[in-house]
């Protein structure tokens, strides 16, 4: 238990952040406010998927370009192309428009339509780190591992994963500038949650795109980190908070879901809960009592949705665990501590 009991008193050997990017220009993104779409300063707006039917739990950002065409900030599963199709109608544009995509990270929920996207726009470009960028061209390994996770539901909740040509693909990595069609964004990488995770910031804009590393925070709500196999580390995922904040962003923008301007507090909380789950999954691995992992999963996922359904109502309970996937999160916390040892 020494481990757990130094996770919770020291946040902060490894308190980190995330990343984030920005949009730099224009007005108030005025047609956002009639499309459909939820408005985000300096001419970008974020256009929900309804993932599985619902609102907020997945939104793609739509960024105007000063030199035409729009740029999408992780354009989502392709089983929701066309919502997101719908989403730029609303805001005048269509799937043509589109000349770069910025992907945060290639987990299925955030990048299975790049590919189907630039079949459409074949000059856009789609930006990606480097570990995930051999599975943009080549999702087949990708693929066969999330089948034997998803099965029969994998084409309903993520589509088809077609390959992005390797003519159209940009390799990014922590210290990189990126400017699609004249708006201009730094890289940071952030890994933590997935080991091919990067964050873009919008200086001109103040706005940092931060896909995963911010956690899950819906409609207001807490903010919650999600802990899918394989990569998670606690550690490097709280130095990617701190690497966010480091930024100093006036907002940050989460894939689910939306802005959110309340920089230290919304990190602060995601640390907490971050530290608070590793220590349950911990202590779970620790307990004899438990008949199999999965016991333990269902059993942390109980908790998890208790935690949060004493902040929030219980519909709103219901959005989060769409979201997230508590009983999943078990298993990405407890290979992150068989790593290091535990049982
Ligand atoms: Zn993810």
New binding site residues.
Partial sequence: MTVAGSLREDGAPGTAASATHGVGHGADGGNAATSGALDIAGGAAMVDLHHQGQATIIGVGVLELPEGGVALVDPGPEARLDDLRAGLAGLGRTLNDVRAILLT?I?L??ATAAGAIVREAPGAIVYVHAVGAPHMADPSRLLASAGRIYGDAMATLWGEFLPVPRRSIRVVDEGDTVAPGGRRFEVAYVPG??KH?VAYCEAATGTAWV??VGGIRIRGGPAIP?T?PPDIDVELWKASMDRVMAWDPERVVA?HFGPYGDIEAHFGELAGELDAWALRVRESLDDDAFASDRNRATAFAEWVTARIGRKVSPAHTDLYGTASGFFDSWWGLARYWRKRGAA
């Fill in positions: 990270h987990h929920d955030h949650h997935a995770h896909g995963d999600v899918p894939t």
